[in-house]
């Protein structure tokens, strides 16, 4: 059976896979590490910006992400963004700034909830390129990242900020632990 859900021929090169199917795991680890091998490297540091909030389920995803991540030691990375001190719509740009003074231009792997199409639902979107948070919530913030993770937690198109509000915890927690799994297994042969 194909994990892949679909694949778009876009000029993001983004592929989303269905966790559900068997070989998810691999097609992900295998997915994300080609992702990064076609990014110039001007630098050998990673970090990991995990965006999102501790106070709306459907948008915790990042957070819980980051959280997950912190319990393993992974070489020439940095997480930002976790449960206790999440990178939201309200301190966003604070934390680029941040990044931009004190980091000499890692690789970012944006990492964030998504609201999308009902069968996509549960799916994970990989992707070379940037994402805008908040553009389902209608929130004007700066793109970021040079590759991206993106959880499909619940349907876009109306009343986004409910729908993340009523989204299921135990859907977002099971998306944080393929990805951070996911991270984990790919990361070590890359950095």
């Known amino acids: 059976m194909n994990f892949f859900k679909n694949t778009l021929p876009t000029e993001e090169n983004k592929i989303i896979i269905n966790p559900e199917i068997e070989g998810a795991a691999d097609a992900f ?71 931009a003074a004190n980091h000499s231009s890692p690789i970012i792997l944006a990492i964030d909830a998504s609201l999308g199409q009902k069968q996509n639902i549960g799916c994970i979107e990989l992707g070379k390129g940037s994402i805008r948070p908040g553009a389902a919530v209608q929130k004007k913030l700066p793109s970021v990242g ?38 984990v297994q790919a990361l070590p042969c890359l950095f």
């Open 29 to 99: 680890i295998l997915t994300l590490r080609q992702i990064l091998n076609s990014i110039p490297r001007s630098s050998c540091e990673l970090l990991i910006l995990c965006i999102g909030s501790d106070r709306s389920t459907g948008d915790a995803l990042g957070p819980l992400v980051g959280s997950m991540l912190q319990a393993y030691p992974l070489k020439n990375t940095k997480i930002m963004g976790t449960l206790s001190e999440p990178v939201h719509a309200l301190n966003f740009e604070q934390k680029l700034a941040f990044i």
């Open 146 to 183: 040079d590759l991206y993770i993106t959880g499909i937690v619940n349907i876009g198109g109306f009343m986004e900020f409910m729908v993340l509000q009523s989204t299921r915890l135990s859907l977002v927690i099971k998306l944080a632990r393929f990805i951070s799994w996911g991270i």
